[in-house]
């Protein structure tokens, strides 16, 4: 971290060195045996970046670059001519006979040209000049093609960094904390994506590999002479275990495994119903995620998430369990349907009972009304179910590893965003959701487990689909999705998001603002206590409350956005100054900090800064103050490159802040009170402190 930490400055003169650093890593981009592990083209793009910034050149980066991959793929026809046929004939490190046989056929087939083409293609690139060079192509030939290659290569990947950096400030413009959650949702669909195609190209090769090492550790155990002994004198027992796992009879490995996941299954249902019964960390988490899932809100979002709902509403239901029963009618599948059906009443059934039995009540700030209770979410329990038998039908009856793949991945997004729409709309707590999970898991593996059985009995003949029930299950699906579109542009339900109106509670004395011990502290997700509150402020409205910090010189701090965390991004990175960087949220009482405070020390960078969160509460004085609770520390550096480091001593910032705050002369009077016992803790990264415990009782004059 401290070699990190001394090599960032150096970016700050990144206009002397990012040509050179252009030239040498599109150099080595191409370089054999070089090229595959440095990733230049990646250090190309973001030099991009910083053309659209200002700190380079377009057309000086353009020439630079193509002077580097010139002179890499130069170094490549040089090996090819003095070495190319040994290294043909042999590999040349991570570069096999293949790479080369391959890069040589595309030679044969495209001619000199192919120097151009191949600077575009993946392991093709690499090996093209090597070839070029082992079978003497004129080295003018050779010379033109790799300039024009050159320079359109380094026009591909220069160019996407610079327009991309220059459509960030186009954003800017729109994109809000709205958008800054739809970035974290594409990165999750992206690394999903990756996941997917990895298994897709390489799974089948890992589960060979599994396979076979669990075959070569099962002979040796077999082979072991003390163990063959154990084995005859408990045969009844090994014999009985060697059934279980017999993968010719469905009472064998089939019916182990789903037994063994259902097993697990209650369990972790037993384990989220204990939680919730005994309010434990689950339901710590449950209201923080609700308070936290606020500050996404956005009209846009909450339409998408909508539609997303949809999915798992009643009619939808009904409507998709009435059209695969009937595809399965159609196509003489009907050994699947009893199975299909047992599924979705069983878990419908169960859900129902679920919410009779622990009777919750829905989340306080839904964006609309839901009138049965929350817990589990019926919503999240029926997608398992009935998406889940869906996709077990799907991946049984088609052969092809890419088919099955996609669907099972296709299906496990579809049942995360349904989940994921229950919580965004705040109509259900994430416990909610993940019991509806697990329930839904439960009635599965029953189908699954009655589907096998089925199965299991009967001879399976080899079933000839028409054309013409093709043709009738076509139209069955598109009107199934015709109507569920229907279904989703008519649901409208009452918004109650815009009818939120808090009502203050009145207190003799504003420190009866901490009616227990918990609520003297900030907290983490989880509600594990962090910094005590070391502020009480008393103002008669929001404005009197914005300016006195204003006045003290204290910047309110942005937005949390796509924008605002690009700039903190880059301030804290090149140690410029952001005085209004936005902060990560924090939680009193269960909710997000609402208002954010900093000021700069004499460094005047992103990285150090005195920051204060401040939170409006529902309580008023009998004089009719509203009360503002908060905590204040000092901001020392940056800590795996993602958030700051606070200082342990917060008394002294909590110090500096009342300073600046009483310098104002805008304070009627104040009282220095204690709040909790001197303590030692963490906050949620980590960071240790230390207080005495105190806080500033503060009462503001008023500005009118």
């Excluded at 900090?593 to 005047?604: H, L, P, R, V, Y």
Aim: charged fraction near 15%; avoid cysteine; proline fraction near 3%.
């Amino acid at each position: 971290m401290d070699l990190i930490n001394h090599l960032i400055p150096t970016f700050e003169n990144i206009h002397l060195l990012g040509y050179w650093l252009a030239l040498f890593f599109a150099m080595i981009e191409t370089t054999i045996g070089i090229g595959i592990f440095i990733p230049g083209s990646t250090i190309i793009l973001i030099l991009g970046t910083l053309v659209a910034k200002g700190n380079l050149h377009l057309g000086d980066l353009i020439f630079f670059a193509t002077v580097g991959a010139v002179l890499g793929d130069n170094i490549n026809y040089y090996i090819g001519r003095k070495f190319g046929s040994k290294i043909f004939e042999k590999g040349f490190w991570v570069i096999k006979p293949k790479h080369i046989e391959k890069a040589r056929l595309f030679l044969d087939t495209h001619g000199s040209k192919s120097i151009f083409l191949g600077r575009f293609i993946p392991s093709i690139k690499e090996v093209a000049p090597l070839i070029a060079g082992t079978v003497k192509m004129k080295r003018l030939q050779f010379t033109i093609w790799n300039i024009l290659g050159a320079i359109g290569w380094s026009l591909l990947w220069i160019l996407p960094g610079y327009f991309f950096a220059q459509s960030l400030d186009t954003a800017k413009v729109w994109l809000s904390r709205a958008g800054f959650f739809v970035l974290l949702l594409a990165i999750f669909l992206i690394i999903f994506y990756i996941i997917k195609y990895f298994i897709i190209k390489s799974g089948k090769q890992i589960f060979k590999l599994i396979k076979s090492l669990w075959k070569s550790f099962k002979l040796a155990i077999q082979q072991n002479t003390d163990i063959q002994k154990y084995v005859s004198k408990h045969q009844k027992f090994f014999t009985f275990l060697s059934n279980r796992f017999d993968k010719n009879k469905f009472s064998g490995r089939t019916l182990t495994f789903l037994f063994l996941t259902f097993v697990y299954i209650i369990f972790l249902l037993g384990g989220s119903m204990e939680s919730l019964i005994k309010s434990e960390i689950i339901t710590f988490v449950d209201i923080r995620v609700v308070n936290l899932m606020l500050l996404f809100r956005d009209s846009e979002l909450i339409k998408f998430f909508m539609t997303i709902t949809v999915l798992g509403s009643s009619k939808t239901i009904i409507l998709i369990t009435v059209a695969s029963t009937s595809i399965l009618l159609l196509s003489k599948k009907r050994t699947y349907i009893i199975p299909f059906l047992t599924t979705i009443v069983g878990s419908t059934v169960f859900a129902y009972l679920g919410k009779m039995f622990f009777h919750r009540p829905r989340p306080e700030f839904s964006v609309y009304l839901e009138k049965s209770f929350s817990f589990p979410s019926g919503h999240a329990t029926i997608a398992v179910a009935l998406f889940g038998f869906l996709s077990y039908i799907i991946i049984r009856e088609y052969q092809s590893w890419r088919v099955k793949v996609n669907i099972f991945f296709t299906t496990l997004l579809l049942i995360i965003l349904i989940g994921f729409s229950r919580i965004y709309l705040g109509v259900h707590y994430v416990s909610d959701v993940w019991e509806g999970y697990l329930l839904g898991a439960l009635w599965l593996i029953i189908g699954i487990s009655i589907s096998q059985y089925l199965f299991s009995k009967k001879t399976i003949n080899q079933v000839i689909i028409t054309t013409k029930t093709k043709l009738y299950s076509y139209l069955i699906i598109i009107f199934t999705i015709f109507f569920y579109i229907f279904l989703a542009w008519s649901f409208h339900p009452t918004l109650l998001i815009e009818n939120i109106n808090l009502t203050n509670s009145t207190l003799d004395s504003p420190l009866g603002i901490f009616k227990s011990e918990q609520v003297k502290y900030t907290e983490t997700l989880t509600g594990q206590r962090q910094e005590p509150i070391s502020f009480v402020i008393l103002a008669k409205n929001q404005q009197d409350f914005l300016a006195i910090f204003n006045s003290a010189s204290w910047q309110l701090a942005d937005i949390i956005d796509i924008n605002n965390t690009y700039k903190l991004v880059q301030a804290a990175l090149f140690k410029k100054p952001y005085e209004t960087a936005p902060m990560t949220p924090s939680f009193w009482n269960a909710k997000t900090n609402d208002f954010g405070f900093e000021k700069a020390n004499e460094t005047n960078n992103a990285r150090q800064r005195h920051h204060a969160r401040f939170w409006k509460t529902s309580y008023t004085t009998a004089d009719g103050y509203n009360i503002y609770v908060g905590t204040s520390s000092f901001d020392e550096g940056i800590k795996w490159g993602i958030t700051h480091r606070i200082s342990p001593d917060i008394d002294t910032e909590r110090e500096k802040l009342f300073i600046d705050l009483k310098n104002t002369e805008l304070i009627k009077y104040y009282s220095k009170e204690k709040n909790v016992n001197p303590v030692l803790g963490k906050n949620f990264t980590g960071d240790q402190f230390f207080t005495d415990g105190n806080l500033y009782l503060i009462k503001l004059k008023s500005t009118k």
